[in-house]
């Protein structure tokens, strides 16, 4: 009778805490999932891109296959006239990470002119660079580049600041290579709805407007 009972209170404890986290994730999935596209062909054109970042390597310097797939991503668009300028907004916190620039040499690899990038370095979190992209890069009707599952909250947190914002779907990694990501993604829509809803969470830095010339 004991071990039933402790088996009770166990899952009323697991269902109080999952209850939040699966509200959130249907929620932010929900609310814009029908602003996902895949299709080159289908997705309206648009003046920008914000390409959202991620580190080139991983621990053991293999290639981030989120890294290449959105790299991809952004370079089909451009060369398919959907957009006409890229802002890269990463992760720029040593001079041993530096995203925006390995995401805009990647770009220029590919063939995209210098002149049609423009480099956010203080795209530390999702929130940072969707904010940042409209309060000192002055774009608010924007293509946002990333994996499915990473445009849907970026999307989300867009929708809060009158953001108008499409995403434009990278490949995805595969379960099988990656679990990890999907897991930490429920966590972060928490974390989102949290950082907009009750936090009311700013990105670390703004600072004087950048002109982005397209």
Request: hydrophobic share 45%; charged share 25%.
């Amino acid at each position: 009778m004991k071990l039933f009972k402790s088996f009770l209170q166990g899952m009323l404890i697991l269902l109080i805490l999952l209850t939040p986290i699966i509200g959130c994730h249907f929620w932010v999935k929900i609310q814009t999932q029908d602003r996902l596209y895949s299709d080159i062909n289908a997705i309206p054109k648009k003046n920008v891109a914000l390409l959202l970042g991620t580190g080139k390597y991983l621990r053991r310097g293999y290639i981030n296959r989120y890294f290449q797939y959105r790299i991809n991503a952004a370079v089909q668009l451009y060369k398919a006239g959907k957009i006409k300028h890229i802002i890269a907004s990463g992760d720029n916190r040593t001079k041993y990470h530096n995203e925006p620039m390995d995401m805009k040499k990647s770009l220029m690899a590919r063939g995209v002119p210098k002149e049609a990038i423009t480099l956010d370095y203080a795209g530390f979190r999702t929130l940072d660079s969707v904010v940042r992209c409209q309060k000192i890069f002055s774009q608010n009707d924007i293509i946002i580049v990333s994996q499915a599952f990473h445009n849907q909250r970026a999307l989300f947190i867009a929708d809060f600041y009158d953001i108008k914002a499409i995403g434009f779907n990278a490949r995805g990694v595969p379960l099988k290579h990656d679990i990890k990501t999907p897991i930490r993604e429920y966590l972060a829509r928490i974390k989102a709805v949290l950082d907009l809803y009750v936090l009311k969470t700013q990105p670390k830095f703004l600072g004087e407007k950048v002109e982005v010339v397209f």
